[in-house]
């Protein structure tokens, strides 16, 4: 019986472990390729996405990420055996293979066993290879004739041969045509070894694979050195888990007895809570001490769980963080090696390419994010740049204007500004004039000068002292008098220049032409007449100032002395003409104001020239982004998702066709995974254009956080097979609803619950919006119902970041905004789209408006949208509701509402209608209880019984 069983078992185990080994050899070629794809998607971006010598777009693959891929790729599966004794491992190849690969060897053998690997090969064939990949020429045993159990003479290290350490170094190579091997997986058993030599066969054993570990231990218990090994084997793997098994005895095949009542069978993570206590209590108990076996079993168990092997504490778990994990298993019972085997090489392989293909994802995501957070901001630049080249525009001329008419209307006001000046600081001129040190001039002993050209100079310096003391006094007062309007205005057109400035990188000058404009705001509007200026206008200033004086009459040689500085100073002051003087200083200021003005206009103009340019090569790489890279990159961000979908969960199982639309026919689905029940939408895009809209579609809706409001999109699956692999379908997984509010409306659905599911909708469009998504066919057919007749949202089609809208015509005829017919919108279109849905919420029909039911076609249903058409008042519609869907279908998109209004005035009309529907009922009870009343007075008989009740 025992044999019938274990021939099962071990048919059962050729055929599962082939073919989990066959999936994980094609899962890994599909990683492969979408590897290449990608990394080559990655490069075009990179190498197109450069402006202006910045890297505006990038995607960029990590090292690490690569790495896990590529050793997951270019590694074969391999079955790394590890033992206790040369019989446990060999025993454990023999029952991969089915028969005996290895010689028959003694429990207690101390044979010394050499390195093996065992792959693929049409013929049986054995060779010795040093490490360096030479082929070591010796005279094998297998090499006399043929032979299937590898020769033990071979497999041995010669004892004693110390003078031929390559032949101990040697690993041995053997191929075998058998069908655990035929799809590239190899098995490797670790040779004997010194204590000290472990870390290094370890490392060898594992090296270029991708490893399935098995243990094999023969002994009732594990020995110190054992436990030392299994500890490092921990690090040296990563925590990678362990196949555990019990090897029985020479000359058995299985255990001859079951062990007593309370031993342990098999342990594994998929053993229950119950299971675990159980096997943890088992010492304990009478029939475990009465159990030699039982016992000792308990011992390895309770050792391997106290190395980490077995420990289900979550803080285990830190060392090794992955995207799907597998727990070690321990098999007692060695006629569970087989099925069990088949099960955990399963989980191991979809652990490394689950874990890989989420990396591979990681990287799409990573990419497809930074590529919508670069189109909102090339989006923002294109909208504010020009903005604020027109703000710069308005500001410079509100300032050139107001400080135009000061210069030109308040003429009156600087005479005044400078009379007032001369009378304040006249003593203290005259004062420090008669202080004043030549410069230059040697004066006589009486303090005379000797020529006329040295009292010219005399005079001369005194004027200038005069003249500057008196202009930096008067431009002091003249600054003061706009200080107030300069600063309003510069301090912002200045960080507007700033701003453009940083955007204007296509021009080497261009830093210096916004900084030309800073020095002409400055020059120009600042209005500082300062002595330390060398602008050209305080110099003309000085020598109108000096005109006026040189016509004043001076004595020849007088004595250079206080009394004559004085004089001169006072005589200086006393013909100024404040008149003269105040038109010069308003002219110059005209004068000068005309000019900066002219050059700041110029200087603006060029710059807008540039950022024209420069926002046309903006919107050629947004368009690229949107219309190439994104869609090209969430194909394959697609593929990988699905890759790992079909690896945790398999194909779905679709049932009856429950819908069908325009670019797909969805199908029941009663589980998958773990959701149940499901809904699968199948698709065969027919073109790349079909691809890229199903993928980004996929992308947005399955990167939405979970919402109530929203239909969630679970997984998705690529059927590569479809069509016979021409056309492959992808199917994508969703949770499944009642019904639609198409449907709901036509069965009568009731007013009140209407209502609630407007609500429901629009608070899935406000959460869309608020993630940046603008949905684009609002409509009753996308609007599901669960069974509390509550609203979600669905068919994220047309779903996509505003900044990603290409401004495409789409979406259904009727709920279709008259803007977007332009091309230019914004997710006001949602508003719009449930103004229309609203009407048919309050109608209670789904036939169309009349004002549209007289359209002969779309195109003129279009063309007279865009003219002001819109529905009807429904019968019997309250004016709040009128009002509110008036408000939605607004033709300007500012006029209409928010959704946050919009659901603010819902829930008014809700709770209305609530009272309402409540007052009614209360009504008609109290009219019932009356007309029972009535009838039941109305009745003799009842009157002549009603007493005596």
Excluded at 133 to 158: C, H, K, M, Q, S
Excluded at 448 to 473: D, F, P, Y
Excluded at 475 to 488: F, P, Y
Excluded at 821 to 829: A, E, K, L
Aim: charged share 25%; hydrophobic share 35%; with cysteine.
């Amino acid at each position: 019986m025992r044999t019938k069983e274990l021939n099962k078992s071990l048919i059962k185990m050729n055929a599962n472990l082939p073919n989990e080994l066959k999936t994980f050899v094609g899962n890994a070629s599909r990683l492969k390729q979408i590897l290449f794809e990608t990394k080559k998607c990655f490069e075009d971006i990179n190498n197109s996405g450069r402006f202006d010598g910045t890297q505006i777009i990038d995607a960029e693959l990590l090292k690490e990420e690569e790495l896990e891929i590529t050793s997951l790729i270019k590694n074969p599966p391999t079955i790394v055996i590890f033992g206790q004794t040369p019989y446990a491992k060999s025993r454990i190849v023999n029952e991969l293979f089915s028969k005996n690969i290895f010689p028959p060897l003694e429990e207690n053998s101390d044979v010394k066993l050499r390195m093996v690997r065992i792959f693929h090969g049409d013929k049986n064939s054995l060779s010795l290879t040093l490490p360096d990949d030479f082929d070591l020429v010796d005279n094998l045993e297998a090499y006399n004739g043929p032979w299937n159990t590898i020769p033990r003479a071979d497999l041995e290290i010669p004892a004693g041969n110390k003078s031929d350490e390559a032949s101990g170094l040697a690993v041995m190579e053997v191929t075998q045509n058998h069908p655990l091997l035929q799809f590239g997986a190899h098995i490797v058993v670790s040779p004997s070894h010194q204590e000290d030599q472990f870390e290094d066969i370890v490392k060898k054993c594992i090296e270029n694979a991708t490893p399935i570990i098995v243990y094999g231990f023969a002994s009732d218990m594990l020995n110190e050195v054992d436990v030392l090994e299994l500890s490092l084997l921990r690090k040296l793997t990563n925590f990678e888990p362990i196949f555990f098994v019990r090897v029985p005895p020479t000359g058995s095949r299985t255990v001859d007895t079951d062990p007593p009542d309370g031993a342990p069978r098999e342990v594994s993570p998929e053993s229950s809570n119950t299971n675990l206590s159980s096997v943890v209590s088992a010492d304990n108990s009478p029939s475990a001490k009465n159990s030699h076996n039982a016992k000792h079993v308990s011992l390895v168990y309770e050792q391997l769980q106290r190395l980490g092997y077995l420990n289900l504490d979550p803080e285990m778990k830190q060392f090794k963080k992955n995207y799907y994990d597998v727990e070690s298993i321990f098999v007692e019972k060695f006629t569970d090696f087989s099925p069990r085997m088949a099960g955990f090489v399963k989980k191991i392989l979809q652990s490394y390419a689950v874990n890989a293909s989420s990396v591979l994802n990681n990287s799409h995501t990573r990419c497809l994010n930074k590529f919508i957070l670069s189109a909102f901001d090339m989006a923002r630049d294109m909208l504010i740049t020009p903005k604020k080249l027109e703000f710069a525009r308005e500001k410079e001329e509100e300032l050139y204007k107001s400080l135009l008419k000061i210069s030109v209307s308040k003429l009156d006001e600087i005479k005044e500004l400078i009379s007032t000046t001369i009378s304040m600081i006249r003593s203290c001129l005259i004062a420090e004039a008669a202080e004043f040190e030549f410069i230059g001039i040697d004066l006589d002993e009486n303090r005379g000068v000797s020529t006329a050209k040295e009292l010219q100079a005399c005079t001369e310096q005194i004027r200038e002292m005069v003249l500057s003391r008196l202009n930096h006094a008067i431009a002091g007062k003249l600054v003061s008098s706009v200080d107030i309007l300069r600063d309003s205005y510069t301090g912002t057109l200045t960080r507007c220049l700033e701003s453009l400035e940083t955007m204007d990188k296509e021009n080497p000058e261009g830093a210096k032409t916004t900084d030309a404009f800073k020095q002409i705001l400055n020059a120009a509007y600042t209005v500082e007449i300062t002595v330390r200026s060398s602008s050209s206008f305080i110099k003309n200033i000085l020598e109108k100032m000096k005109q006026l004086v040189q016509s004043m009459p001076w004595k020849s040689s007088p004595a250079i002395d206080s009394e004559w500085k004085k004089k001169v100073a006072s005589e200086m002051l006393n013909s100024l003409s404040e008149s003269r003087l105040a038109k010069s200083i308003a002219s110059q200021i005209k004068e000068r104001l005309n000019k900066s003005h002219e050059s700041f206009s110029n200087a603006l103009r060029q710059l807008e020239t540039r950022h024209s340019g420069r926002l046309d090569k903006i919107e050629e790489h947004r368009l690229k982004l949107r219309k190439v890279h994104a869609p090209r990159l969430a194909k394959l961000a697609l593929e990988s998702t699905s890759l790992k979908d079909v690896i945790l969960f398999g194909m779905p199982v679709m049932g009856r066709e429950i819908g069908r639309g325009q670019y797909g026919v969805v199908y029941s689905c009663d589980t998958w995974g773990k959701y149940s029940p499901c809904a699968i939408k199948s698709v065969v895009p027919p073109d790349d254009k079909h691809w890229n809209d199903l993928a980004l579609e996929f992308f947005y809706t399955k990167n939405i956080s979970e919402h109530d409001r929203i239909v969630m999109l679970r997984g998705s699956v690529i059927d590569y097979m479809y069509g016979g692999g021409t056309s492959p379908a992808v199917l994508l997984v969703m949770e499944r609803l009642q019904r639609d509010l198409y449907t709901a409306i036509k069965q009568g659905l009731d007013w009140v619950s209407r209502i609630q599911v407007a609500i429901d909708v629009v608070e899935g469009l406000r959460f869309l919006h608020s993630q940046g998504l603008v949905h684009r066919d609002v409509k009753l057919k996308n609007v599901l119902l669960d069974k509390e007749n509550r609203g979600k949202i669905t068919d994220l089609g047309f779903c996509k970041p505003e900044a990603m809208m290409s401004g495409s015509i789409v979406g259904t005829p009727i709920h279709m905004a008259p803007e977007l017919f332009t091309g230019h919108y914004d997710n006001s279109v949602d508003v719009y789209a449930f103004g229309i849905l609203f009407w048919y919420v309050c109608a209670g029909h789904v036939r169309l408006p009349n004002a549209f039911e007289q359209c002969a076609n779309k195109d003129q249903l279009w063309q007279s949208v865009k003219k002001g058409l819109r529905p009807e008042q429904p019968p019997n519609t309250s004016e709040d509701c009128w009002v509110l869907m008036q408000g939605c279908w607004e033709g300007e998109p500012s006029k209409r509402p928010f959704f946050g209004d919009v659901e603010d005035t819902l829930k008014v009309i809700l709770e209305k209608n609530k009272r309402r529907a409540a007052s009614a009922a209360a009504a008609e009870k109290k009219t019932g209880t009356n007309d029972r009343r009535n009838r039941t007075s109305g009745s003799p008989r009842l009157k002549q019984i009603s007493p005596n009740r």
